[in-house]
T-cell receptor
Framework: AAGVIQSPRHLIKEKRETATLKCYPI?????VYWYQQGPGQDPQFLIS???????DKGSIPDRFSAQQFSDYHSELNMSSLELGDSALYFC?????????????FGPGTRLTVT | GQQLNQSPQSMFIQEGEDVSMNCTSS?????WLWYKQDPGEGPVLLIA?????ELTSNGRLTAQFGITRKDSFLNISASIPSDVGIYFC???????????FGGGTRLMVKP
């Protein structure tokens, strides 16, 4: 079965640079969620989109923004990167329109800020 | 915000033993999910629970949604080496569809 696709898998950036992470949800899934997981931590919710509209907002810094496109893929844009932004970033998808709330996670993007 | 307390933090067991872990919260959750995560990989969904009191199995895994909607447990029977990993509980509350995760239980299995 098709899974959530994330790209790139690994990304190395310097402080103050920008980064863009991409997420392609499972086919027919309409909701995308972004989570950040620091070393040894549990995933923390950042932001979600349903039918291309922002749905919920968590602990996402103002330096970050995200959107969902007409093909349901999503991009997380991160600017003025800081060392503390180094983490695993996961995208998850679900099919809210069919009341299927299980979230399926992608393999993640490991972001390293130097 | 909502918080989940997951215990134990880690377990080191012998192959073939049964394992039990649980999550508790001061808040009510509408959905409980259990995930397994291998190092550097994304969490993999194991079991989803939607109704208070619901008991659901998936192979050697059994999970229950507490009757108060504030807790859940996961049991693994007859553990095998590939069960090694970090298990997370996650809850969806009334504030939205985002997941709140527990701190995780690191399971180590000795062959």
């Amino acid at each position: 079965a098709a899974g959530v696709i994330q790209s790139p898998r690994h990304l190395i950036k310097e402080k103050r640079e920008t980064a863009t992470l991409k997420c392609y949800p499972i086919p027919r899934h309409d909701t995308v969620y972004w989570y950040q997981q620091g070393p040894g931590q549990d995933p923390q919710f950042l932001i979600s989109f349903y039918e291309k509209m922002q749905s919920d907002k968590g602990s996402i810094p103002d330096r970050f923004s995200a959107q969902q496109f007409s093909d349901y893929h999503s991009e997380l844009n991160m600017s003025s990167l800081e060392l503390g932004d180094s983490a695993l970033y996961f995208c998850a998808s679900s099919r809210r329109s069919r009341a299927i709330y299980e979230q399926y996670f992608g393999p993640g993007t490991r972001l390293t800020v130097t | 915000g909502q918080q989940l307390n997951q215990s134990p933090q880690s377990m080191f067991i012998q192959e073939g033993e049964d394992v039990s872990m649980n999550c508790t919260s001061s808040s009510i959750f509408n959905t409980w999910l259990w995930y397994k995560q291998d190092p550097g990989e994304g969490p993999v969904l194991l079991i989803a629970l939607y109704k208070a009191g619901e008991l659901t199995s998936n192979g050697r895994l059994t999970a229950q949604f507490g009757i108060t909607r504030k807790d859940s447990f996961l049991n693994i029977s007859a553990s095998i080496p590939s069960d090694v990993g970090i298990y997370f509980c996650a809850g969806q509350g009334s504030a939205g569809n985002m997941l709140t995760f527990g701190g995780g239980t690191r399971l180590m299995v000795k062959p």
